[in-house]
């Protein structure tokens, strides 16, 4: 992880962490905070009612080097997998991508084995999705990374350390 974390913080602005739950993105997040000088911005899932690009366009505005311990990309997942929608149309998703690549930015899509993230989560908080409801949002992030490849930088990392 030290050489990937090494290169990100010489390459890059911004640098936006994705993946399913437990696949290390607060792990690297908070390592490129404190050993790299990244601003660290969590995002939860934007309540329904407040307006979720305006809220990334902010977060994606900040001063500094940034670290997205999870982002807009994560509505683009769960959202049509759990709500039967996603909040963001194609062109704000667009908007969204451009302000990473005009700010020197990279998607860092962190990925691991279902039975890893599974043993995670359990291990974190004694809950999981099952092996088979990861299979698919793991399959969901491929797809959605594959689709944001054509547009801005998109580094895959396969997680298989412990986070």
């Known amino acids: 992880m030290a ?3 090494a290169m990100w913080a010489d390459r890059y602005e911004v640098i936006v962490l994705e993946g399913c739950d437990g696949v290390g993105k607060t792990t690297y997040a908070v390592a490129l905070a404190t050993g790299y000088g990244f601003q660290r911005v ?7 009612g407040m307006d979720l690009f305006q809220r ?8 500094g080097r940034l670290v997205l311990d999870r982002s807009f990309i994560s509505e683009l997942v769960y959202g049509p997998l759990l709500h039967g929608r996603c909040r963001l149309t194609s062109s704000q998703t667009a908007e969204l ?6 700010r020197r930015g990279v998607l860092i899509h962190l990925t691991a084995k279902p039975e890893q993230i599974h043993t995670r989560l359990l291990a ?10 990861l299979r698919v949002l793991i399959a969901r992030y491929f797809a959605v990374f594959s689709d ?3 547009y801005t930088e998109v580094l895959t990392v396969d ?3 412990a986070a």
């Open 124 to 133: 974190r908080d004694g809950t999981a999705p099952t092996l088979d409801e």
């Open 97 to 102: 991508l451009g302000m990473v690549a005009t």
């Open 56 to 63: 990334h366009q902010a977060i994606l505005a900040l001063a």
């Open 159 to 161: 997680n298989e350390q």
């Open 148 to 150: 944001l490849a054509r």
């Open 42 to 48: 969590h995002a939860d899932r934007t309540p329904e």
């Open 3 to 5: 050489a990937d974390l």
